[in-house]
């Protein structure tokens, strides 16, 4: 097949690589193509940018992964509406099949309940409201040429040079809360992309989060221990009331029944390497 990764990051990259293990012919836009891994063919554009995007190729499959640069209205719009658009408006022909890369942010449940693709979506946040507003355009896009698309809801992405909790928690910074948090490796999110479209019929949306929902202390407990074998690591204190960062138990009952097997079902398994990434560092 031939497939176009819009916004070809962190997350598309790790994909593209694995789509061109199966021999597919894979394209990347990236603003800077450089950055690409040398078997993605690179397309220097701006997904913001119409003006950027005049020489897409003709393909099977999208998978529009942008991120928003900043945490800023404009900076999602822009990410997450804009781009979708603009790419869409400026393929040679619609494609047969269109993955969105979405997030857990348009679950608005805060009470620490359980969550899966059936539940209510109202988000709290922006970010969410404008993903949300996102998934639909390309829902609306599919219906209205007949093609197959879903949405797949990420949360707390880590893996490969995300250290920035590890550092948290090396520092004395991070604090003990017992908010539940759900996450998902860097690797996953390309693996379970990678395998949606092996698959004879796609649901509208799959939640991708790991095995293990946990409060984040046990997720920070866990990483202390890890750099306690190498460093001395400040005492933790207990986050205050106001702490923040999500409190819903995510569910990926529905990806999991269509087959994907995780490489990371939890982060006892993928956070040890970032410690070591981490600790190398410095």
């Given at each position: 097949?031939?497939?176009?990764?819009?916004?070809c990051?962190?997350?598309?990259?790790?994909?593209?690589?694995?789509?061109?293990?199966?021999?597919?012919?894979?394209?990347?836009?990236?603003r800077?193509?450089?950055?690409?891994?040398r078997?993605?063919s690179?397309?220097?554009?701006?997904?913001?940018d119409?003006?950027t995007?005049?020489?897409?190729p003709?393909?099977?499959v999208?998978?529009?992964?942008?991120a928003a640069d900043e945490?800023?209205?404009?900076?999602y719009?822009?990410?997450y509406?804009?781009g979708l658009e603009?790419?869409?408006?400026?393929?040679p022909?619609p494609?047969?099949?269109?993955l969105f890369?979405?997030?857990?942010?348009?679950?608005?449940?805060?009470?620490?309940s359980?969550?899966?693709?059936e539940?209510e979506?109202?988000?709290?946040s922006?970010?969410?409201a404008?993903?949300?507003?996102?998934?639909r355009?390309?829902?609306?896009?599919?219906a209205e040429?007949s093609?197959?698309?879903?949405?797949?809801?990420?949360?707390?992405?880590?893996?490969?040079?995300?250290?920035?909790?590890?550092?948290?928690?090396a520092?004395?910074?991070?604090t003990?809360?017992?908010?539940?948090?759900n996450r998902i490796?860097?690797?996953?999110?390309?693996g379970?992309?990678?395998?949606l479209?092996?698959l004879?019929?796609l649901?509208?949306?799959?939640?991708?989060v790991?095995?293990?929902?946990?409060?984040m202390?046990?997720?920070?407990e866990?990483?202390?221990?890890q750099l306690r074998?190498s460093v001395?690591?400040?005492?933790?204190?207990?986050a205050?009331?106001?702490?923040?960062?999500?409190?819903?138990?995510?569910?990926?009952t529905?990806?999991?029944a269509?087959?994907?097997v995780?490489?990371?079902p939890?982060?006892?398994?993928?956070?040890?390497?970032?410690v070591?990434?981490?600790?190398?560092a410095?």
């Open positions: 097949m031939r497939i176009l990764i819009a916004g990051g962190d997350v598309g990259s790790a994909l593209g690589v694995l789509l061109r293990k199966e021999d597919h012919e894979v394209f990347g836009i990236r800077n193509v450089s950055r690409l891994p078997d993605i690179g397309i220097a554009a701006d997904l913001s119409p003006s995007l005049r020489a897409l003709e393909v099977e999208l998978v529009y992964a942008a945490r800023t209205e404009v900076a719009r822009r990410a509406i804009d603009n790419v869409l408006g400026a393929l022909r494609p047969q099949r269109a890369t979405s997030s857990t942010a348009v679950y608005g449940q805060d009470d620490g359980a969550v899966d693709e539940s979506t109202s988000p709290k922006f970010s969410g404008l993903v949300l507003e996102g998934e355009a390309l829902h609306a896009f599919g040429h093609i197959e698309t879903s949405a797949v809801r990420l949360s707390g992405i880590y893996g490969p040079g995300r250290t920035r909790l590890v550092r948290r928690v520092s004395g910074e991070a003990l809360s017992d908010r539940v948090t490796h860097r690797d996953d999110c390309a379970a992309l990678a395998h479209l092996t004879p019929a649901a509208s949306c799959y939640i991708g790991d095995d293990l929902r946990a409060p202390h046990e997720v920070v866990f990483i202390a221990a074998e001395d690591v400040p005492a933790l204190v207990p205050g009331p106001s702490s923040r960062g999500g409190n819903k138990r995510c569910q990926n529905r990806l999991k269509s087959g994907y995780f490489t990371h939890s982060y006892k398994s993928g956070y040890p390497a970032i070591r990434e981490y600790l190398d410095q």
